[in-house]
């Protein structure tokens, strides 16, 4: 269901509780989200003030020119710093895939997305809370690699989107 649908079928229910609230979190979503932690990172860096970002996108596909091979990041960052944000589950085996395999494929993952030229940042959804002094590890992190790594000038993207911004 897309937005507009969404809009429309709730405007259909008149006034109730909660409702502004509910049209807030519709207009704050994201297409194709892995999980409640990805709108969470997203939201966390769209609103952080660090002066580095420029661009926060979700989905982005990238495919290795040499093998073919698709690639969806969940959060990409100024067009080349990928945030991966890792849930636990998927490393128990609670959805079909052995967690050895798993692992294996995550990491072939993570170096296919290296060798592309992008920087991959991995965190869980401990790296998203607060911690004294109000930030987060994730946007620490982040910001760090914003000011030390240098981005590629180009990244096989799939929207055509290649060349990186300067």
Known sequence: MD???LR???AAYGRFPGKRKFLRAVELSRPQIGSPWETKARLLLEESGITEI????T???FRDTITGKPYFV???INGWLVLEVD???KYTGEYGDEPEKVILNEREREKALQNLGTTVL????SGLDAKPGGTCEMLQMVQRALQNFNPPKSLPRVDGL???AS
């Not at 420029?54 to 996108?57: D, F, L, T």
């Not at 991995?122 to 959804?125: A, G, S, V």
């Open 8 to 10: 429309k079928e709730v």
């Open 87 to 89: 849930g636990k589950s």
């Open 122 to 125: 991995r965190t869980d959804k």
């Open 54 to 57: 420029v661009s926060v996108e």
């Open 162 to 164: 290649d060349k990186i």
């Open 59 to 61: 989905q982005v596909e």
């Open 74 to 76: 969940d959060i990409l």
């Open 3 to 5: 937005e507009a649908r």
